[in-house]
């Protein structure tokens, strides 16, 4: 099985940064991804990392270093619409996902 | 437009009846799964399904059952003998693996309540 830990709440000013944690423990590894989730709604996928380093999209970037099992995702210049649940998941050699528990950012004015 | 529909977006039963989620997509995705997420927990897969009439258990397969008789659609059962049925379920599909990212996509969800 996997364990994938992230914190459970974070709050931040608008226009600042954010950075979420993602610690995972597998017995094997291809992949881990970042998923933005608003409440009631559905995922949506955000980044993905299989090798080390930084991957930057827009506003986001995340973070892999496999020999720590650890990722972070950052938020820069935060938004209101920001506000949301941000997924950690950890792909192993097959199709299957193993999600962390989630991590709510609450953005405030 | 092609994407992961999933019919309805609420749904109510009483205790005792099995009940069936639908999911259907258009985006030419071989694999297809089924996830069940609670408040405060992450998203924990109950069945998936890599390819048409095959499918295996997730972590949280018991009192629930798949079909895959079409690459689109990949109802999920959820019966009576499920302990706490209620939930908001998520179905999600992607690409194979050899098409690189394969992030999965989606679906809205279907929140189901049990009295």
């Known amino acids: 099985g996997q364990n994938i830990d992230q914190p459970t709440e974070m709050t931040a000013t608008e226009g600042a940064i954010v950075q979420i944690n993602c610690t995972y423990q597998t017995s094997g590894f291809n992949g881990l991804f970042w998923y933005q989730q608003h409440a009631g709604e559905a995922p949506t996928f955000l980044s993905y990392?299989?090798?080390?380093g930084l991957e930057e999209k827009g506003r986001f970037s995340s973070f892999l270093s496999r020999s720590k099992g650890y990722s972070y995702l950052l938020l820069k210049e935060l938004q209101m619409k920001d506000s949301a649940s941000y997924l950690c998941?950890?792909?192993?050699?097959?199709?299957?996902?193993?999600f962390g528990a989630g991590t709510t950012v609450t953005v405030r004015a | 437009d092609g994407g992961i529909t999933q019919s309805p977006k609420y749904l109510f039963r009483k205790e005792g009846q099995n009940v069936t989620l639908s999911c259907e997509q258009n985006?030419?995705?071989?694999?297809m799964y089924w996830y069940r997420q609670d408040p405060g927990q992450g998203l924990r897969l109950i069945y998936y399904s890599q390819i048409v009439n095959d499918f295996q258990k997730g972590d949280i397969a018991e009192g629930y059952s798949v079909s895959r008789e079409k690459k689109e659609s990949f109802p999920l059962t959820v019966t009576s003998a499920q302990k706490n049925p209620t939930a908001f379920y998520l179905c999600a599909s992607s690409p194979p693996l050899a098409g690189g990212g394969n992030e999965q996509f989606f679906g809205p969800g279907t929140r189901l309540t049990v009295l």
């Open positions: 990392n299989v090798l080390d």
């Open positions: 998941a950890v792909r192993e050699y097959d199709y299957k996902l193993s």
């Open positions: 985006l030419n995705h071989d694999a």
